[in-house]
């Protein structure tokens, strides 16, 4: 068997599409949703990712504010930078890109978010909301650019088993509380590994559905892939590669050739599930400002 490939970017444009549909309708009636990262010292793929989201926000139709600050920006300026965004009524959605420098305090900062601008979907508050099943709720853009990927494909979940391999706070645990919600998309039967986990080949092979997000290369391997299952790899992992210019290339926690050969259907690395996480985002920005004004 091969694989079925999910394609993240195709997806990923086609959400940003719609996104920018509805912009453009709502621009008519004199809203635009606002989006603002912030961006703190000189970490290279913070600044790379902070770049694709700006350029994402401004093709689908959105205000864009970019705040940039050194590495040395003392903690109490930067929540006074949240407190400025949580009142400005021209930005809906609030997104400070982490991981932030060592003295400043990252749960102070997004605790001090306004939830209703969290297009992260990290405060409490949205956590909170996620596991009751509360359609307000703002979800994780990555977990739930995942849920995209398996409804828009066709991949059914309801009483589908559903292992996730990593139990993070941005992806393993919102991504669990995403599949065993009611409805579509959800209705999962759902197992969290972790590195505690005994045997765990053995249970991600009971799996129909097998989300690996461990962040190591290649981790997931054919033997623990039942025939048929539908892989869906978030991890993003650098390997030395000598025989390419850059030195190194990307590869997930999937050992992708293999498991290709055994699944139903897989996501690449490149192109699977990074594509929605900023697909999600702009989703999240609209959802963010329809639900205020
Ligand atoms: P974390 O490092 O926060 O979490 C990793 C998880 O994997 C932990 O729960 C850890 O278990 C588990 N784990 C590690 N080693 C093992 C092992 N040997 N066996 C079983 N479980 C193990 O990672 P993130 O969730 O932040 O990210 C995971 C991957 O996804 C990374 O490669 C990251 O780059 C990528 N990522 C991709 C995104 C995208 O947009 N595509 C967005 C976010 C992340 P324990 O808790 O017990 O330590």
């Given at each position: 068997m091969s694989a079925r490939i999910i394609d993240g970017v195709a997806l990923g444009k086609t959400i940003r599409q719609e996104v920018a549909a509805e912009v453009a309708a709502l621009k008519g009636r004199g809203v635009v949703p606002g989006l603002a990262v912030v961006l703190v010292g000189e970490n290279p793929a913070s600044k790379a990712y902070v770049g694709s989201k700006e350029k994402a926000c401004l093709e689908a139709g959105m205000h864009s504010v970019k705040v940039q600050r050194p590495e040395t920006l003392p903690e109490a300026d930067l929540l006074a930078i949240v407190d400025q965004l949580n009142h400005d009524p021209a930005i809906h959605g609030i997104l400070v890109q982490l991981p932030l420098p060592k003295h400043i305090n990252t749960e102070k900062v997004l605790l001090r978010i306004n939830p209703a601008k969290?297009?992260?979907?990290?405060h409490p508050v949205n956590v909170g909301k996620l596991v009751i099943g509360d359609p307000t709720a703002l979800r994780p853009c990555t977990p739930w650019g995942v849920i995209q990927m398996l409804l828009r494909n066709g991949?059914?979940?309801?009483g589908a088993n559903a292992v996730i391999i990593g139990r993070s706070t941005i992806v393993g645990k919102p991504m669990a509380n995403l599949l065993i919600q009611t409805g579509p998309g959800g209705d999962a039967t759902v197992t969290v590994c972790h590195s505690k986990t005994r045997d765990l080949p053995a249970v991600v092979r009971g799996a129909d559905i097998v989300i690996a997000a461990i962040g190591k290369a290649e981790f997931v391997t054919a033997d623990m892939v039942r025939p048929g299952a539908t892989v869906i790899d978030v991890g993003i992992n650098r390997v030395d590669d000598p025989s390419v210019p850059k030195g190194y290339r990307l590869v997930g926690d999937v050992a992708y050739g293999p498991v290709a050969e055994k699944a139903a259907a897989i996501t690449p690395v490149p192109g699977g599930v990074g594509p929605m996480t900023i697909a999600m985002l702009m989703a999240n920005t609209l959802q963010a400002m329809k639900q205020v004004v």
């Open positions: 969290d297009v992260d979907g990290f991949i059914e979940t309801r």
